[in-house]
């Protein structure tokens, strides 16, 4: 006769991974040949690859062993894929902001999900340029550094603010773009309606109060615009973006920095003539549409 058994796996002590995902994974409860309940930081991994997954299928006992160290073991490897896939996306994300002037020095950090309640993000005191993947640290949503040998950026605060806010927000970028950031310093949102690209693709850019950088200061300023914007100017600091991946986030202050040198030229040449109200409904209209078709 089959029996359901529930047996307790600690996946920590099956694969020494050296890329710091045992740090991530909680012990997990194993039914037999399957983990349930899965991780939650594991759950997007899982919906991708495997949306049917039943993990409570049941099976006889006896073949639990075998099998549960076969599924473990693969579930390590797919989080150690997705983790290492993350730590050089940081890397070559970081690399190309540095490369576009967006992060000289060691200005600038960037995040990731990890899961719900972790996250991998970039070193202090570290040029984007020469940074490398086993660099990057992972925290847990109290700003508390889980693994790494490096301590984590100094304003992790303002991501955390974010991810706290948006569960939708998987990557979070901080950087000095240097058009953006003198509209910063010049007490200048980018909220002009004046080229259609921009209002499609970031809507109003609001720009935060100052705060002391590295400080709590920093997420308090940011705070009542995070839920209806993605994209943020920091009064006399730079800019913060945010979205469903790097690349998006990445994008997302690539317009910026564009949209701010539009703008500047713009009142350089002494006419802007802002989008009427009804034609920013009409983008907004479009947009809403162009992602429906996108999906
Ligand atoms: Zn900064």
Known sequence: MLTSVAVDVDITQLVDSNVG?????PKAIFLAGHPAPRPTALRAVFQSRSPQWDYRKRVDPD???ARDREGSVALIDTVREREGELRRELVRFGRWLHKLGFMPGTSGNLSVRLGDDRLLATPTGASKYLLQSRDMV?????GRQISGSRKVTSEIGMHLAI??????????IHSHPVVATAFAC?????????CSEAVMALGAVPLASYATTGTDEVAASLMNLIPRHEAILMANHGAVTYGTSLLDAFLKMETVEHYAKICLVAHQLGTPRPLKDLEVEQLVRAKSKYLQNAM
Do not use: K, S
């Not at 995902?21 to 994974?25: E, K, S």
């Open 21 to 25: 995902v045992h740090a991530m994974l």
């Open 63 to 65: 073949t639990i062993g």
């Open 138 to 142: 992972v925290i847990d949503l109290d």
């Open 163 to 172: 991810y706290r806010q948006r569960l939708d927000v998987q990557a979070v």
């Open 186 to 194: 010049a007490g200048r949102a980018l909220d002009e309606p004046l």
